[in-house]
């Protein structure tokens, strides 16, 4: 089986990883023996808004190190999908992105252990590494990109419903609460939920 190293995308909800092969095949990481080839790189990126940066840093890569690096960027919503496909190729991604513990469940097996690598030494808090879903003890991911996603309340609309912040500690209160003043909507005025943007332009 090959060996893939993975840098990870951590995130409080959702988080994105990358790995790059060790095993010296065709599209692997740069030889680090003495055979004198340099390799390739060939990155298999999860973000279309990143594309042009991710471009300009393969190509700054080449010229100082001589190791030719090819980025594809997937479609947007369809990552995984040719993360699949192109992981049945003989020229496989050496970089890849995993879509936080989720994801690493389908790629752990590919992921080499990143503990006392030099980008795992500059990490300050393990809340940025993804760990091996059955050996915790492994590093199978380091965070580089961060999504959080989170409710904000509107304090003065939950006390004009009777509740405090403090009436809110899991989810369940959420729900109690959420499904009261939602019944309660016509007389109250206003519903228990709404979108950030005040439309549909931020119902993620």
Known sequence: MKNWKTLAVAGAMTLTALAGCS????????????????????????????????????????????VEVTVVT??????????????????APTLFQVNGPVGLKNWAEYAYDLKGTPVY??????????????????VDAIAYVIESYGIIVNEKLLKEAGYTTDDIKSFEDLKKVADDIQSRKDDLGFAAFT?????GSSDW
């Open 23 to 66: 095993s010296g095949s065709e599209g692997g990481a740069a030889d680090s023996g003495d055979s004198g080839k340099k390799g390739s790189v060939y990155y298999l990126n999860f973000k279309p808004e990143q594309n042009d940066a991710w471009q300009e840093l393969a190509k700054k890569y080449t010229e100082e190190t001589g």
């Open 74 to 91: 997937a479609a947007s919503g369809d990552y995984e999908n040719t993360l699949m496909s192109e992981m049945g190729k003989s020229s």
């Open 121 to 138: 030494d500059e990490l300050t808090s393990d809340a940025y590494t993804l760990k091996d879903p059955e050996d915790p003890e492994k």
């Open 195 to 199: 979108s950030a943007g005040m439309d």
